[in-house]
């Protein structure tokens, strides 16, 4: 069995729009409210750091960098009872490049916990998150926001954004060798088809593993101005199906295991377009849960109806 930590749940659900937090009600539409003010003001505190690291105007350090984001990431991870509402608000399309750094911190953050670190592991491996990107502040715009595909010269160029991020990282004051690695080391998979050098297995290291699966699961579900979002079905089926070559498989599972079980009781919203509520999880198949609407039950196991997203309240 794959670790289930229940810390997540500092409130309880009364009902489908109430929640009881330290004994306080509060709206649903409250707490999407709070989460979003959160996410914002992470957002800006992450295009402020990467802003200055870019520039050369303020040598960083570690400790800095800590008092300014980790606090954010602890509140959505540990005082918002709904997870929902943070994905949500991680996936919309705009200020998507710090976005996509917080994302990743919030979800590795989330995973490392999961999968048993201590609170100063969780904390590096959530800065190596935010900065997992650092290097494409130096990759010209023109390429960073191309709708269309990369030729190869362009996608050659986006590679380098892994070494020099690693430079860019291990620069910084009080930072370690093994964040400096994630920033490498987050496009390398497991059977050796990544980059930049096609390493493989053990080679990578274990926060560079859990920072690519956060990676490539923030940027499937984030709209973008020239992508929709993928599926929340979808998503958890490629990375499912991937686990075996490209990502570690243990972190795949403990990740998916613990983030479906925190979406008992929340909406979805199904492919046919019906918003119904999730009842129970089957064991041998997390992705296609026992969900509600009005009074009936459907086994998403057996039909073609899936999980398109989380519903929002708003």
């Known amino acids: 069995m794959f670790p289930i930590d229940n810390t997540w749940f500092i409130g309880r659900r009364l009902n489908t729009n109430i929640y009881s937090v330290h004994g306080i009600e509060i709206w649903a539409e409250d707490t999407e409210l709070v989460t979003e003010v959160i996410v914002d003001e ?17 040598k960083l350090s570690n400790q800095v960098i800590h008092h300014f984001v980790i606090p954010k990431i602890q509140e959505l991870c540990f005082n918002n009872n709904n997870l929902s509402n943070v994905i949500i608000e991680l996936s919309k399309k705009d200020h998507y ?37 650092l290097g494409k502040t130096r990759i010209p ?10 030729s190869a010269e362009e996608f050659a160029e986006m590679k380098r954004h892994t070494q020099w991020g690693y430079e860019m990282v291990k620069n910084l004051p009080g930072l370690t060798e093994q964040q400096a690695l994630v920033a490498l080391q987050h496009h390398e998979r ?39 979002p993928v599926s929340l079905y979808q998503v958890f089926q ?5 686990a075996f070559g490209l990502f570690d498989p243990l972190i795949v599972q403990c990740f998916i295991t613990n ?29 296609n849960p026992l969900v509600e609407y009005q009074g009936q039950y459907y086994d998403l196991r057996q039909s073609k109806n899936k999980i398109l997203g989380f519903a929002s309240n708003h």
Not at 194 to 223: C, L, N, Q
């Open 259 to 287: 983030i479906m079980t925190r979406m008992i009781g929340d909406s979805v919203l199904l492919s046919d377009g019906r918003v119904a509520r999730i009842i129970k999880l089957h064991p041998d198949d997390l992705i």
């Open 97 to 133: 490049t710090f976005r996509h750094c917080i994302g990743v911190a919030v979800i590795s953050f989330l995973i490392g916990k999961w999968l048993g670190l201590n609170e100063e592991e969780l904390n590096d491996l959530s800065i190596a998150g935010l900065l997992h990107d």
């Open 190 to 228: 497991e059977d050796g088809s990544g980059y930049p050098f096609g390493i493989y297995g053990d080679k990578i290291t274990y926060f560079s593993k859990i920072v690519a699966v956060a990676d490539v699961f923030h940027t499937m579900i984030s709209e973008r101005v020239y992508k929709k």
């Open 42 to 58: 992470a957002i800006s505190e992450a295009q402020s750091i990467y802003e200055k690291i870019h520039n050369n105007s303020t």
């Open 141 to 150: 715009d023109s390429i960073l926001k191309k709708a269309g595909k990369l």
């Open 238 to 242: 490629e990375i499912y199906q991937r």
